[in-house]
């Protein structure tokens, strides 16, 4: 009996030739002009995470499985390779980085593989003349750069040893933030070494939540959407009470924000 995983997949290889054949569109497009809509899908796709809909989580893996498959469309197109080169590359890199599984490795816990995944990482990289944070892509997000900038150093064993060192560098860093901010004040024009200090101050704290196990991304996005939805509700009960921006202080706009933030905890 055919496995259904394998029939779902020929039929969109199959769909994926009819439409570079036949739709406009689709004969249209290069790997450049489907970079900026992958990323959108993405971002799609990070979003209904966040949001946990399994459904709408569904449906954005397919569409992020749409672009896979096109962009090994065009590379067969191109000989330069085909989705079986993409998906025996795959599984060929699992193999050998997954040696407490494929080989007689043994490991105690996840971070043990993970600190194993970047040791084998650099293995390779030194084979090719590269560097540990060599393969960090430079277009990432900045918040998330740091993220993957830390993850890899650490797999390497440049790493805190606890939560609360990590806490004293980020009160350290807002120490030297603010001693450059009183200079400014002072009249000191130092406003980059104020930029300097303020990326220093996020750096420690992006690491700090590295160490108490969130993903710092995620939680300011949280922030993003609680925020968003604060104001919003703020807005419309200025507007049921007949007020708008401009004709209230921000103390006044403050006890919308307290009602709103009290009903929440309820």
Known sequence: MEDPRLRAFKRLLDIMDDLREK?????????????????????ELSDAILENDT??????????????????KIGSETKDFSIDDVL??????????????YGDVE???AEEVSRNWELIKLKEKENKNKTVLGGVPKSLPAVLKALRIQDKSAGVGFEWDNKEDVYKKVEEELQELQDEITANDNGEDNLDKIEDEFGDVMFSMINYARFLKINPSDALERTNKKFINRFNQMEGFMKDDGADFESLSLTEMDKYWDRIKKSEKK
């Open 23 to 43: 739709c406009p569109w689709d004969q249209k497009q290069t790997m450049e002009t489907l970079r900026h809509l992958t990323i959108e899908e993405v971002y």
């Open 88 to 101: 025996n590359s795959i599984c060929e890199k699992l193999i050998v980085r997954h040696p407490h599984i």
């Open 55 to 72: 459904q709408e989580i569904k449906k954005e893996l397919g569409d992020v499985m749409l672009h896979l498959v096109f962009y090994a």
């Open 107 to 109: 490991v105690k816990d």
